[in-house]
């Protein structure tokens, strides 16, 4: 499968954007799919996850209550729905997705499908 992501951008404190990531080349709902970040000069990390089928998400705490992860295997597309953004959520946002059906890690590693990157900027 190969996944793209796109609507990052420039927004300031307070505000929102969506991000999508549409997979081609195999039907999205043989996936988990996961949102992961990079800010700079900091590690990855998980942001949110998605079973195969919409039903169960888990989310970082840092982003409890801001951000939903969202999924419509119709379309063959991921959304990360980021409200209330903060300058600490500036990062590169990755789509990333595993086969299976059910979340069972938060860990980069295990998911082997990715996109690139989307630039998300929240100045202050």
């Known amino acids: 499968v190969q996944l793209q992501a796109s609507g990052g951008g420039l927004v300031q404190a307070g505000g929102s954007l969506r991000l999508s990531c549409a997979a081609s080349?195999?039907?999205?709902?043989?996936?988990?799919m996961a949102w992961f970040r990079q800010a700079p000069g900091k590690e990855r990390e998980f942001v949110a996850a998605?079973?195969?089928?919409?039903?169960?998400?888990n989310l970082a705490d840092s982003v409890k209550g801001r951000f939903t992860i969202s999924r419509d295997n119709n379309k063959n597309t991921v959304y990360l729905q980021m409200n209330s953004l903060q300058p600490e959520d500036t990062a590169v946002y990755y789509c990333?997705?595993?086969?299976?059906?059910?979340?069972?890690?938060?860990?980069?590693?295990?998911?082997?499908?990715w996109g690139k990157g989307t630039q998300v900027t929240v100045s202050s």
């Open positions: 990333a997705g595993r086969v299976g059906r059910f979340i069972v890690s938060y860990d980069g590693m295990d998911y082997p499908y």
């Open positions: 080349g195999r039907a999205l709902a043989s996936y988990v």
């Open positions: 998605i079973t195969w089928n919409g039903d169960n998400t």
